[in-house]
């Protein structure tokens, strides 16, 4: 089983989770493809008072043939002299969308099982290329994807899929149609059953407060999530709902779902991270292979002291583990000459 890690943008806690996670004894039976700076890298451990002696690779190295164990992929991107930890810049957003951008490229040439990142900064990424979205987005040019994915965010006990993502607020209801949300409920069901987990009980989050109460607080409820539950319950979707998205975890937690499809992107992450934060994980799904990163953000503010909390981000190496390994069997392709330094995804989908 091989992982292709991504270290995350330089000025947050990313770089000493990468080197925690690397030492930690679950990644013993991991092979792992680390991409980035070895600068990052080893200011990472210094960071988190760990040692590391990874063998350094060029990217005509990387191929369907690799050795196993763990190596570094040193791309030098990103120097760390006069960076400010703690701050966004245009140089660790630069080498973020690159580190990202080749470890998609080795999971879809088979060459890893899974895609892994630890987090990005998403100012830092749009002030190196304004076009920059979000990771869906940026996957789909990449992988140059026939349908886009989706985000979930994973807690042992409840799994929460999205229909919309990072849109403004406003323009969340105008974006919501019953093919949408159907499409979404398809894929929950379909990733959830790709992770062992068949037959999956989904609870469809209302968008308006009380359901829309009778077309007292909105009419979507009724005209646009309510036919795409019962068009799923048609297919054999175990789906339900709308339900009022202030118990709609309540029920999930006490036994009734195992995955609430909420609207749009807060509808669901506050009751995700109020549950979990320290252990979510967020999956994007839909890709042919998982792409996994821990739930929460940069941590700007504890960047460089050494205090990162591993449990998140060693939550998602094992479930992306896990995910791979109930996954097809792929076989790996050589890569093209000068991939690694290739501009990738020189547009991005916008993602809703």
């Known amino acids: 089983m091989r992982i292709a890690l991504a270290l995350g943008d330089a000025g947050g806690v990313g770089p000493e989770l990468a080197a925690k996670l690397l030492t930690h004894d679950d990644m013993k039976a991991m092979d792992v493809i680390v991409v980035g700076d070895a600068r990052v890298l080893e200011m990472g451990a210094r960071h988190a008072g760990v040692t590391l002696d990874l063998p350094r690779i060029g990217a005509d190295q990387v191929g369907p043939d690799m050795a196993p164990g763990h190596v570094l992929l040193d791309l030098a991107n990103c120097a760390v002299d006069g960076m400010t930890l703690g701050q966004s810049s245009a140089h660790a957003g630069a080498a973020s969308l690159q580190n990202f951008g080749c470890v998609l490229q080795l999971a879809g040439a088979g060459i890893a099982d899974a895609a892994m990142f630890t987090p990005f900064n998403k100012h830092s990424m749009r002030l190196a290329r304004p076009t920059y979205v979000d990771e869906i987005g940026f996957i789909d040019a990449v992988l140059n994807a026939d349908r886009s994915g989706r985000e979930f965010n994973v807690l042992e006990e409840v799994w929460n899929a999205r229909v919309t993502s990072h849109i403004p607020l406003r323009k969340v209801a105008e974006t919501l149609t019953t093919e949408r949300i159907l499409d979404s409920l398809r894929l929950t069901a379909e990733v959830m059953g790709g992770a062992g987990k068949p037959g999956a009980r989904i609870g469809v989050a209302a968008l308006n407060p009380h359901a829309g109460d009778g077309g007292n607080f909105g009419h979507e409820d009724d005209e646009i999530l309510a036919p795409a539950v019962a068009q799923a319950v048609a297919l054999?979707?175990?789906?339900?709902?709308?339900?009022?998205?202030?118990?709609?975890?309540?029920?999930?937690?006490?036994?009734?779902?195992?995955?609430?499809?909420?609207?749009?992107?807060?509808?669901?992450?506050?009751?995700?991270?109020?549950?979990?934060?320290?252990?979510?994980?967020?999956?994007?799904?839909?890709?042919?292979?998982?792409?996994?990163?821990?739930?929460?953000?940069?941590?700007?503010?504890?960047?460089?002291?050494?205090?990162?909390?591993?449990?998140?981000?060693?939550?998602?190496?094992?479930?992306?583990?896990?995910?791979?390994?109930?996954?097809?069997?792929?076989?790996?392709?050589?890569?093209?000459?000068?991939?690694?330094?290739?501009?990738?995804?020189?547009?991005?989908?916008?993602?809703?």
């Open 236 to 352: 054999g979707i175990d789906a339900k709902g709308p339900i009022p998205s202030d118990t709609v975890f309540v029920r999930a937690i006490r036994g009734e779902f195992d995955a609430v499809l909420t609207m749009y992107h807060d509808q669901g992450q506050i009751a995700m991270k109020l549950m979990g934060f320290d252990r979510g994980v967020t999956l994007i799904a839909g890709y042919g292979f998982p792409i996994v990163t821990p739930a929460h953000g940069t941590a700007f503010d504890i960047a460089g002291q050494g205090r990162a909390d591993l449990g998140a981000t060693l939550t998602a190496a094992r479930l992306g583990r896990d995910l791979a390994a109930l996954n097809p069997a792929r076989t790996p392709r050589a890569l093209p000459a000068g991939w690694a330094q290739a501009e990738v995804a020189p547009t991005f989908l916008v993602a809703e």
